[in-house]
C-alpha cells in the first residue's frame, strides 16, 4: 500500500496551501498529518477518523489547518490557512492507525512527503 502526498510548495506569510493524500487502491479508518523541519523532530500535525470525520490538530495550528476527507476521490486534505514560516516542513500524512491518535507509532502506513515553505 502506498500512500501519495501533494500539494506543497511556497507562499508567502499569510497564503494558503491546501495538500490532499490518496492511498493505492483502499482507504483507512483513520489518517494523520505529520511534518519535520529541519533539524527537527517530527511532529503531529492533525488526524482523522475516515468514517464520521473526527478531527483533532495540534494547538500551534488549530484554528488554521483543517483536514477533509473526499468519498468520491478516496483521498484526505489538509487545508492550510494564515500560515507562518513556522509551519515550513516537509509535510507526511500516514494511515492505518486503530484509532484517533497523535502518535506517529501507530501509523502503519506513510506517504514520501511533500515540501511546504512559508516565505516571510
Known amino acids: 500500500v502506498q500512500l501519495q502526498a501533494s500539494g506543497g510548495g511556497l507562499v508567502q506569510t499569510g497564503g494558503s496551501l491546501r495538500l490532499s493524500c490518496a492511498a493505492s487502491?483502499?482507504?483507512?479508518?483513520?489518517y494523520g498529518w505529520f511534518r519535520q523541519a529541519p533539524g527537527k523532530e517530527r511532529e503531529f500535525v492533525a488526524t482523522?477518523?475516515?468514517?464520521?470525520?473526527?478531527?483533532y490538530y495540534a494547538d500551534s495550528v488549530k484554528g488554521r489547518f483543517a483536514a477533509s476527507r473526499d468519498k468520491t476521490k478516496n483521498t484526505v486534505d489538509l487545508q492550510m490557512s494564515n500560515l507562518k514560516p513556522e509551519d515550513t516542513a516537509v509535510y507526511y500524512c500516514a494511515g492505518g492507525a486503530r484509532f484517533l491518535t497523535i502518535s506517529a507509532a501507530q501509523y502503519v502506513y506513510w506517504g514520501q512527503g511533500t515540501q511546504v515553505t512559508v516565505s516571510s
Open positions: 487502491g483502499r482507504t483507512f479508518s483513520y
Open positions: 482523522m477518523g475516515w468514517n464520521d470525520g473526527t478531527t
